[in-house]
């Protein structure tokens, strides 16, 4: 198959989160499974041109609303790669100090990425043999309206991987992107507004998220973002698959590590915390002491709010020490700021974006920490797997999916049910009860170090429903 990926960020040249990961590694395995590939991304600012350089593939012009807009494609200029990669080059759009926002979101981000849509539409138009057609939540929305008319042989493939954020934009946008041409009212309107998100909901033939639970979930007023009944309606052509990790880039053996490890070696955790310690100012810690990690976006959706609080209590009456990771929301670096000052030697706090620090703390963690409110897979957790530390999840979305707690089958963290910081103290206290359990803990480390979950079994589901769903076949 012929196909096209489009996504609004991707390992190694942009990341803010877990979709760049997804993008890099589902479109290498289904390369590595034998499939024409090509990856399309907007060109940042933010590219590295001294350690990617890039070269010229073509401009072309377009015109939509009353505009003619340039566009020039570049691609990487190094050796022959299993993917194809395209940068898509409007500095209007995409010169600009962040990707999305600096910090706030960007006014125009809504006709950013739609004239960003309608080029990726062109382009796979000129194409002509692009059998599948990938869009990446709402950056991807508007692309998925284009297309209908402009590839309509293309399978039309819309993925959710956070559906809170909607890309919203002013409805004097329509016929400056002639969404009025391009779709119906009924199925951009969200609100007196543009919703992106919308688009890419109603327009596309086949919407799949990240897990199973989450799918489920978003058809649901408490998780649906007010477009559940949208989601309800296209519940039958609506799936999840689990995402996967790239098994080889994270493993403790990595030589980012000041102690490698193995199964084998896991004392060397200690050895690894011994250097976060020196490197954060925090104290020794007891051997039957536990450590707790957190690595991920400040913001509301995963919970710092409750790890703050419950870690604020918790942390007074019980022994062990907490180490984050983290960049977002100002409100949560202050409270976060605040819970180190209260404890000094037992709070290391990172806040900043830092991949091989990030694995650090996986590696100096004995449990990782995730109290999200929602969360559609996550990456965290099967990243802790690898390291060797267990998760302490709330159950939702991708968390309840991939985590089974230790009074279940298979158990492999500690599941809580509540969004508040008392069910988080309360899994907290298990987890300690755990640790001093030294056997069973070891067990269950080794245990999930040998889980997987690889690209490749996740890539080949994908591609099921992509020739279960292509064009010219009734359903
Ligand atoms: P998201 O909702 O942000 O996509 P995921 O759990 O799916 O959450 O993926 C987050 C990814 O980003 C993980 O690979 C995690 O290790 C990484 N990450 C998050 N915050 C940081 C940070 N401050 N520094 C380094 N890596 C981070």
Redesign the pocket.
């Known amino acids: 198959m012929n196909i096209w990926y489009c996504s609004s960020e991707a390992v190694p040249y942009f990341k803010t989160?877990?979709?760049a990961?997804v993008s890099a590694s589902l479109t290498q395995a289904w390369a590595q499974l034998g499939h024409r590939v090509k990856l399309l991304l907007p060109l940042y600012r933010q590219l590295d041109r001294k350690k990617y350089p890039i070269e010229n593939v073509k401009t072309l012009t377009l015109h939509l609303g009353l505009c003619d807009y340039t566009i020039t494609v570049w691609r990487p200029r190094a050796k022959k790669q299993a993917v194809e990669v395209w940068f898509i080059d409007l500095p209007w759009a995409f010169d600009r100090s962040g990707l999305y926002g600096a910090p706030q979101d960007y006014p125009d981000n809504l006709q950013r990425f739609a004239v960003f849509g309608r080029a990726l539409a062109a382009l796979a138009q000129e194409d002509g043999g692009v059998d599948v057609l990938v869009g990446n939540d709402w950056q991807c929305g508007p692309l998925m309206a284009y297309a209908r008319i402009e590839c309509p042989q293309a399978l039309r493939v819309f993925c959710i991987?956070?559906l809170a954020y909607q890309g919203l934009g002013s409805m004097y946008t329509i016929s400056q992107l002639e969404l009025d041409r391009y779709s119906h009212h009924l199925h951009y309107e969200f609100h007196h507004q543009v919703s992106s998100m919308k688009l890419g909901l109603t327009e596309a033939d086949l919407l799949l998220t990240v897990s199973p639970g989450y799918a489920k979930e978003i058809q649901t007023s408490a998780y649906g973002c007010g477009l559940e009944e949208v989601l309800r309606e296209r519940g039958p052509r609506l799936q999840g698959i689990l995402n996967g990790i790239d098994e080889p880039l994270w493993s403790p053996q990595t030589r980012k590590l000041p102690y490698p490890y193995t199964a084998r070696s896991l004392g060397k955790k200690r050895q690894n915390l011994h250097a976060l310690q020196k490197k954060w100012g925090l104290g020794r810690l007891a051997d039957d002491a536990p450590v707790f990690g957190f690595?991920?976006?400040l913001d509301s959706?995963k919970g710092v709010d409750l790890l703050v609080e419950a870690f604020s209590r918790w942390l007074e009456r019980n022994p062990g020490q907490l180490c984050v990771?983290?960049?977002g929301h100002p409100h949560y670096v202050t409270s976060l700021a605040a819970l180190q000052a209260s404890f000094p030697k037992r709070v290391g706090l990172?806040l900043?974006?830092?991949?091989a620090?990030?694995e650090q703390v996986y590696a100096a963690s004995d449990f990782f920490v995730m109290p999200s409110r929602y969360e559609?897979?996550?990456?965290?957790q099967l990243?802790a797997y690898r390291f060797g530390a267990l998760p302490i999840v709330r159950h939702t979305g991708g968390l309840a999916d991939t985590v089974n707690d230790i009074k279940t089958k298979n158990a492999s963290g500690l599941v809580f049910d509540e969004a508040t910081p008392h069910a988080l103290e309360a899994a907290l206290t298990r987890a300690l009860k755990l640790f001093k359990q030294k056997n069973r803990f070891h067990q269950l480390q080794v245990g999930v170090m040998g889980l997987h979950f690889t690209w490749e079994t996740s890539a080949q589901a994908y591609l099921r429903l992509f020739e279960k769903y292509k064009p010219g076949i009734e359903h």
């Open positions: 989160g877990g979709l990961d991987h956070n690595v991920g976006r959706q990771l983290g960049a990172g900043t974006f830092d991949a620090l990030a559609p897979c996550g990456l965290g990243i």
